[in-house]
């Protein structure tokens, strides 16, 4: 079992930069890979950006892309998403997930663990 709990969210204007923690507890050695993804109001949980472990690698969805930057870091078990030059459309509710098994990194359903979510709303 893994335990993820995300912290960082809040009510931000467009062009404000936020970080958004996410602290893994439990079987974290079966991790392969982690991934931020996000809800808005109405539609599907997309992808916004994952790191697989081993390699480490990360990969981006072409909204984030050269503004979000996700990384982790290991001694605290600890994942981190860098949002910056924030949008109204980066509104949502954002989720870290790990997957233990392989599966596809972009599909939130081959994810196995998921925090509470955190809220970010960028409005001005």
């Known amino acids: 079992q893994v335990h993820l709990v995300e912290s960082g969210g809040g009510l931000l204007q467009p062009g404000d930069s936020l970080r958004l923690s996410c602290a893994a507890s439990?079987?974290?050695?079966?991790?392969?890979?982690m991934g931020w993804f996000r809800q808005a109001p109405g539609k599907d949980r997309e992808y916004a950006a994952v790191v697989t472990l081993i390699p480490e690698r990360t990969y981006y969805a072409d909204s984030v892309m050269g503004r979000f930057t996700i990384s982790r870091d290991k001694a605290k078990s600890t994942l981190y998403l860098q949002m910056n030059s924030l949008k109204s459309e980066d509104t949502a509710v954002y989720y870290c997930?790990?997957?233990?098994?392989?599966?596809?990194?972009?599909?939130?359903?081959?994810?196995?663990?998921w925090g509470q979510g955190t809220q970010v709303t960028v409005s001005s």
């Open positions: 997930a790990s997957m233990v098994r392989h599966g596809n990194f972009y599909m939130p359903s081959d994810y196995h663990y």
């Open positions: 439990g079987d974290t050695s079966s991790i392969i890979a």
